[in-house]
């Protein structure tokens, strides 16, 4: 965006408000790994709302995972084999999180991820509503995503570094888990300030 969009007050260009969400999302999951002991606030829990519907179905704990070329999935799941603590495992992942993870959102895939128990009935309706929208809202900011919503395959790097990252959180996570991507559209999302 030029100086001159910025004084009139136009809307960032999709990739600017793609960087800045991501570099939000950076700064605050590494606040919740440094300050929060990992556990999710609201700046990664959005309200996601069904597309024509006015009042949000709930909200869901979202994942941003770095690209293949800069992907973690092996130290995480190298912590994952180091040890059957649960607390150990939690211990071990917020100190590889809360280091360098967070710091270049440029590695990082702009397509959201959430998990869901097996046969989960709510994301069946995310699903099947295949467009919806996450509101983020948190530290005096404000993002309106509208996302294609999407079924990640066990093959997919989303899913494999989703269920590694997550079982270092929830041992319990059952293998047959459901992953959701959410995929933004950034020319019809939005952003405040």
């Not at 809307?11 to 300050?35: D, G």
């Not at 397509?111 to 995310?126: E, H």
Request: with cysteine; hydrophobic share 40%.
């Amino acid at each position: 965006m030029s100086l001159l969009d910025q004084q009139f007050g136009l809307p960032p260009e999709p990739n600017a408000r793609r960087l800045a969400f991501l570099k939000w999302q950076c700064h605050t999951r590494q606040i919740a790994m440094r300050e929060n002991m990992g556990r999710p606030d609201d700046a990664i829990t959005p309200a996601v709302t069904l597309t024509g519907e006015s009042e949000p179905l709930g909200h869901i704990i979202t994942l941003i995972c770095k690209l293949p070329a800069y992907s973690v999935t092996a130290e995480l799941n190298h912590i994952l084999a180091k040890t059957h603590d649960p607390a150990q495992r939690r211990e071990q992942a917020l100190r590889f999180l809360s280091a360098a993870h967070y710091q270049k959102a440029a590695e990082f895939s702009d397509v959201l991820v959430a998990t869901f128990p097996p046969r989960s009935p709510g994301a069946a309706k995310l699903r099947e509503a295949e467009v919806v929208r996450l509101d983020f809202e948190a530290y005096a900011q404000k993002y309106a995503l509208h996302c294609r919503v999407w079924t990640i395959a066990p093959h997919n790097f989303l899913y494999q570094t989703t269920m590694a990252h997550n079982r270092l959180f929830n041992p319990a996570l059952p293998p047959d888990t459901v992953v959701l991507g959410f995929e933004p559209d950034w020319k019809l999302s939005t952003s405040t300030p």
